[in-house]
């Protein structure tokens, strides 16, 4: 399920991520995750909304995912 949008996607692509020390990373296998869909993951506000929730650096967000998703 997408944490931003609550959507469950069967086909959809969801990226997996995890906070540490305030920012978000790449799933590493430790620790707690999130599910991010493609759609919410591209949406700017989604993304804005996202980083408040997690206090987390905007900028930082939009280019980690912005890299997660043109590398598949
Ligand atoms: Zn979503």
Redesign the pocket.
Known sequence: M??????RFSRRVLVRLQIEQQSVIIYSGIGRSFY??E??ATNQK?QTGLAKRFRVNETNLTELLKEILKNG
């Open positions: 997408c944490i931003s949008c609550r959507e991010l869909c759609i919410c989604k």
